[in-house]
Each structure stands twice: as C-alpha cells, then as structure tokens.
C-alpha cells in the first residue's frame, strides 16, 4: 500500500483532534503518523497524518475529513511539491573510548549532540524519513538505549499560501 500524507487546517478548538483521528478510527483507516501544532496565526492549528491505502481510500478520508465543520481546507501533499521533516531523539549507549567515535557518526549526518552523561549521549537528527531511518541504522552497532520519535511534518513548497483564500 502506498503512504500519503494529508495536510489538515482547523479551528484550533478543543476537541478537534480527537474528531479529526476519531473519523479515520471509526472507518478502520490506520493513521502511520500523526502531527499537529499551531500556524502563525494561533486560531488554526495544522495536523499533518501519513496514512496508507489507495486512491479511492484516501478521497473518501479526505471527504469525510473535510465535512467537519472545524475543518477550514485539506490537501493532499506530493512529494515533488512538500518538504517533509522527522526528528528523533536517540540515547546511544558510549564510553569514553567510543565516544569520539559516536560524535563524528553524528557530524557526518548533520546531527546534533543535546545531552552527554558518563554512558551514553542523546542525539538530535532531523530530516526526511530516510535520512533518520540511515542515522538509526548506523548507530545501532553501539547499542541504542532509547529512541524517541515525531510524527511528520511537512509544508508545501514556493510562495506563501495565502491565509485569506483559505479562510474564505
């Protein structure tokens, strides 16, 4: 099945989360990835959800998503036309010995070191799904000791959208 990300603007009201995820639930869509957080205006948040199926299944989802009435516009994002970011936050297992070793894995993928403690250290990386799955794959050889990830984010390429045809 393929993956399609759905980039969601609504009312930031309570409860709108829980009705927009509820609708996918209730028809037994799976939601693969989930993110949601206020625009730079702070009355509407984005929810941006990575969901797998087919054509037909993702129309049908963006129909019933956008009949309700929190829902200002539904896009369906494209690949060639988005930006797509992940972050992950990895406690990788080190001692003094490998920790040298660890930072410059870190540095080759543009990764950040956040916290450092005498047995492990937490890297930060943020990119497209492939570049986070590459980094976790490459440190797993020193022994990852927790792993905490985002769902997706993404936005659409060029010019800026222009907030007062989407309100309309």
Do not use: C, P
Not at 18 to 40: M, P
Not at 86 to 97: F, M, S
Not at 129 to 134: I, L, M
């Amino acid at each position: 099945m393929k993956s399609y990300v759905l980039s969601i603007l609504v009312k930031n009201h309570s409860g709108v989360l829980r009705r927009v995820s509820g609708l996918f639930s209730r028809r037994g869509y799976n939601i693969e990835s989930l993110s949601v957080g206020e625009t730079e205006d702070a009355s509407i948040s984005r929810i941006t959800v990575v969901v797998s199926g087919d054509d037909y299944i993702v129309e049908q989802i963006t129909k019933q998503v956008s009949k309700l009435v929190e829902v200002i516009n539904i896009e369906r994002l494209k690949n060639s036309e988005s930006v797509f970011r992940e972050l992950a936050l990895i406690r990788i297992k080190t001692t003094n010995e490998m920790r040298s070793e660890i930072i410059e894995m870190i540095n080759i993928f543009r990764a950040r070191v956040v916290d450092v403690s005498e047995n492990s250290l937490i890297a930060e990386v943020t990119g497209d799904n492939s570049k986070v799955e590459a980094f976790i794959k490459a440190v797993e050889t020193y022994g990852i000791l927790e792993l905490v990830r985002t769902g997706l984010t993404a936005i659409k390429r060029g010019s800026a959208i222009d907030a007062e045809k989407i309100l309309d």
